[in-house]
């Protein structure tokens, strides 16, 4: 890889919750990028997001998992019902 290759932006297709913790990551290793999103308005459906551990494991090491945990609703009954 020569040094114009390694400079190149990096483009994320989707700003959902992948593109924007890709775009994180990419940030956190001093990686610009650059996310293009088609619609003009945030998805505001759903309920609930249930995060086991290595989800929140990825969660700290994107730098959000305590803010994230001080609104998170704790279950600490594993059964899934
Ligand atoms: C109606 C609905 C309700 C849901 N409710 C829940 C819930 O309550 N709890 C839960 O945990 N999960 C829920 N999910 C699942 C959750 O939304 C997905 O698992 C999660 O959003 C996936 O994230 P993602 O970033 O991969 O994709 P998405 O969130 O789908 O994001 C992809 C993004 O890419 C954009 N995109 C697509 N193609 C292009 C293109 N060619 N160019 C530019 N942009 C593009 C889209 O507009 C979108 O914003 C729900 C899903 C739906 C559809």
């Known amino acids: 890889m020569d040094s114009a290759e390694e ?5 994320i297709v989707g700003g959902g919750i992948c593109g924007l913790a ?6 956190r290793k001093g990686l ?12 505001d459906t759903g309920s609930a997001i249930v ?10 090491q994107l730098g ?3 803010e994230l945990r001080q609104r998170a609703f704790h279950n600490t009954n594993e059964t899934l019902q």
């Open 7 to 11: 400079t190149r932006d990096i483009v």
């Open 22 to 27: 890709t775009a994180l990551a990419l940030h």
């Open 32 to 43: 610009r990028s650059i996310i293009l999103e088609k619609s003009e308005t945030l998805r």
């Open 51 to 60: 995060i086991r551990a290595n989800g929140w494991q990825a969660l700290d």
């Open 64 to 66: 959000v998992a305590s």
